[in-house]
């Protein structure tokens, strides 16, 4: 919940707070070749996050996957460089935060209550935890960007953000978060309401399935503690709160403003006189564009999901182009910390000489 819910997001403050105060400056590397490049590597991450998010089973897998997904998507929105993309991320990413820490939280609940995460071993299997479902369904379709939600907010404040600099952008965060809110609701479908025929595996595939997962606390005859299900519950409350109270939003703006401004955001720091700039101030508020592309990324969402539960979703046949590219990438996915670790290294490495180019 951590992890996923707090821990990742800060690597984007991370990118963002670097570059403004160390690489933004006279001599530093120009606003155009951080843009393109991180802003190709949002797109990359996005796509190839919400891809392999929809190959998996194991439920926890699949959130890690969702959660490389929206990063992809938070990057996008901070490597606009404009106080619309800032805002909007922020927003974005505390929503996000408190979705997703509720999702892994009722994951927990199906792993305390039957010692598994494998959404084809668990179909049908958590019909007595309606509630639960309901919660996760709810989820799913927060992380699809369904208004009111603050991640419907903060998704639609930074494709419209995104949408200036390039009209096809709002399109990838439409798919990303269709394809990512249409996992998890399948997920549910199957695990909650025992919808469609039990999954048969893929022959020849190694899969990470989540038998094997050991809860911290295994007796199924006790009561399911109260807090389990109410602190996600308030989670996505909160995440709901974040889309439907103007005045939170709002109330980024400023510091949205100051922060992509290095000289204000350096005496906010030093003097703290770094009031915002009079001018333009970022969109903070629902638009009838943003409320539709949510409702859009909704119902794709709904689709795909209720397509791939009852096994009418299009299958490309083995020897497919992109059926391969899907069997390559999730053999790349293994697991294993050596090998996440060389392809950080070389990750860095091309990330660097992307830079170079375009400087």
């Known amino acids: 919940m951590l992890m996923s819910g707090v821990m990742v997001e800060l690597g984007v403050y991370g990118v963002a707070r670097v570059y403004w105060t160390v690489f933004a400056g006279p001599g530093g590397l120009p606003h155009q070749a ?5 802003v190709a590597l949002g797109v990359l991450s996005a796509l190839v996050g919400a891809v392999m ?5 194991h439920l926890k897998r699949l959130l890690a996957f969702s959660t490389v997904s929206h990063v992809g998507l938070f990057t996008i929105g901070v490597a606009l460089l404009t106080p619309d993309g800032v805002a909007g991320t922020a927003l974005y990413v505390a929503a996000h935060g408190c979705v997703k820490a509720a999702l892994f939280g009722l994951t927990g609940v199906l792993l305390d209550r039957y010692g598994s995460v494998d959404e084809h071993g668990l179909h049908g299997k958590a019909r007595a935890l309606r509630p639960v479902g309901v919660l996760f369904a709810a989820g799913a379709l927060a992380l699809a960007g369904l208004p009111p939600f603050g991640t419907g907010l903060g998704k639609a404040l930074a494709e419209d953000a995104a949408g200036h600099w390039q009209p096809w952008l709002p399109a990838v965060f439409v798919a990303a978060s269709a394809v990512t809110g249409a996992a998890v609701l399948r997920a549910g479908l199957r695990v909650f309401w025992g919808a469609g025929p039990v999954p048969r595996s893929r022959p020849g595939e190694q899969e990470t399935t989540g038998e094997g997962e050991e809860p911290e606390i295994r ?3 006790r009561i399911l503690p109260p807090a389990m299900t109410l602190v996600p519950a308030a989670l996505l409350a ?5 889309g439907c109270v103007p005045v939170i939003a709002s109330a980024l703006a400023p510091g949205a403003a100051v922060f992509t401004d290095r000289a204000r955001y350096a005496a906010a720091v030093l003097t703290d006189q770094g009031a ?8 903070t508020a629902w638009t009838a564009t943003g409320a ?3 409702l859009l990324s909704t119902g794709i969402a709904v689709v795909l999901a209720v397509a791939a539960v009852h096994q009418r979703a299009p299958r490309l046949s083995e020897r497919h182009p992109a059926a391969r590219a899907v069997r390559a990438l999730r053999r790349l996915q293994s697991g294993r910390l050596g090998d996440y670790l060389a392809w950080l290294a070389l990750g860095v490495a091309v990330l660097c000489a992307a830079l170079a180019a375009q400087s």
């Open 292 to 294: 539709a592309l949510g």
């Open 276 to 283: 915002a700039p009079a001018g333009h101030a970022p969109a």
């Open 238 to 242: 909160l995440a709901a709160t974040l």
């Open 219 to 221: 007796a199924p005859r």
């Open 53 to 57: 998010c929809w190959q998996q089973r």
């Open 34 to 38: 951080f843009r393109s490049v991180f």
